[in-house]
């Protein structure tokens, strides 16, 4: 089973709208970190924003916040007022925290296109 | 400013030869990492370091060799024995490995094999 799934493959905004993107996951553990990144067309992979299962509240990052729905597994990820510059895929990825070292598992991804 | 840097940017190689791939990190990370990145995929890991002078394979480790001789540098060869070693590579680091740790990426390297 996909450990985190991205519904996806492309989505549409118009510059200054709020979208969202998807993001479930698949976890056993009570302990785990949901991640989000941006990857440009130039590849770097950004650090977007994060959330513990434990949690309490949404995470927020300036125009980022993170949709978390423990119970439904879900972690949309949503980006206000858009700009041209969100345009990029966006991968959501987890680590679990059993015992031993856990690998960081990404999504295939969102591509995003914010158009003027 | 502390971050990840990766040379070369992009690097061209001939059937049968080995390349090394540079990653330095100036953020005092314990942890660092290698990806490898395949079009319209994910990432996968290839190998990972928790600490100087150890490290372990990851997921797609075959045909790939790395060293971690400092705390600032994680080297990946990709070697003759990578049957498809054209991808885009990233490397990582993080200051620890626990669920909370947050990692963070190079700009990456795009190996050609010509």
Not at chain 1, 82 to 88: C, K, N, P
Request: proline residues 4%; neutral net charge.
């Amino acid at each position: 089973a996909q450990k985190i799934t991205q519904t996806q493959p492309g989505m549409f905004v118009q510059e200054k709208e709020a979208v969202t993107l998807d993001c479930t996951y698949d976890t056993s553990d009570p302990s785990y970190g949901l991640f989000w990144y941006k990857q440009p067309s130039s590849g770097e992979m950004i650090f977007l924003i994060y959330q513990g299962s434990y949690d309490q509240q949404n995470a927020t990052e300036g125009r980022y916040s993170l949709n978390f729905q423990k119970a439904r597994k879900s972690a949309n990820l949503v980006i206000s007022a858009s700009q041209l510059g969100d345009s990029a895929m966006y991968f959501c990825a987890m680590r679990e925290a059993r015992f031993g070292f856990q690998k960081l598992v990404f999504g295939t991804g969102t591509r995003l296109l914010v158009s003027p | 400013d502390g971050g990840i840097t990766q040379s070369p940017k992009y690097l061209f190689r001939k059937e049968g030869q080995n390349v090394t791939l540079s990653c330095e990190q100036n953020l005092n990370h314990d942890a660092m990492y290698w990806y490898r990145q395949d079009p319209g995929q994910g990432l996968r890991l290839i190998y990972y370091s928790q600490i100087v002078n150890d490290f372990q394979k990851g997921d797609i480790a075959e045909g790939y060799s790395v060293s971690r001789e400092k705390k600032e540098s994680f080297p990946l060869t990709v070697t003759s024995a990578q049957k498809n070693p054209t991808a885009f590579y990233l490397c990582a680091s993080s200051s620890g490995t626990g669920f909370t740790d947050t990692q963070y990426f190079g700009p990456g390297t795009r190996l050609t094999v010509l």
